[in-house]
């Protein structure tokens, strides 16, 4: 062909696939450091991730240690109290935040009648139950539990049962059923202030066989 041999013929020929060769070559490479990075950060962010979760785990336990001092004074009972409050969150399935907060509470309610640990207990898990059971939303039943206890630390007002009745409509419904009254007769009672913070103690202790069957 000309003044062009057959080898430089070749060598064209040859030279694009050979490019090309090297271009996958480069890519693999490419595609190889990238693959090693997006590794390296997936890593991290799941180191991250890990330890974002131990701190919230860390802060929620210093968060019930600190709600359960108010009412707990002994070390050893505040380990004996969290590890079953945590049971009670458990087999309720509430938080463990929620149960002792609201342990608490019953505690400083029912202070003036001097229940015990176990009572408190009781009735925490009872509550929680029934908050389970009941259809409202988490912020309105939360919101009727409060109003429980201030009724229950003396006595029960009007207002605080309809709040109960609308919001923990379980608890409500077991209410009727324990004191065998209807709803309006049960709020007449509260006006009248006959719904004192012994009968609710011994309400609970009745609601608790129910709520246990029905959970």
Known sequence: LGGISAKAITDIKAKPIIDLNNQANISDKIFNRVATSLKGIATSLAVVGALNTFKNIEDELAGVQNKL??????????????????????????????????????????????????????ITKTIQQSAALS?????????????????????????????????????GLQMQKTFGKTAGELIKMAENGSLSGEKLIDMFDKIGIASERDF
């Open 69 to 122: 001092k108010l009412v707990v004074n002994d070390a050893k009972e505040l380990v004996r109290v969290q590890r079953q409050l945590k049971t009670v969150s458990v087999e309720t399935r509430a938080s463990l935040s929620s149960t002792a907060d609201l342990y608490s509470n019953i505690t400083r309610s029912l202070e003036k009648q001097s229940i015990s640990e176990a009572k408190a207990l009781r």
């Open 135 to 171: 259809s409202g939303s988490f912020e309105s039943k939360n919101a009727a539990i409060v109003q429980l206890m201030q009724g229950i630390s003396s006595t029960l007002q009007g207002q605080e049962l309809r709040s109960v009745f609308e919001q923990l409509d379980y608890l």
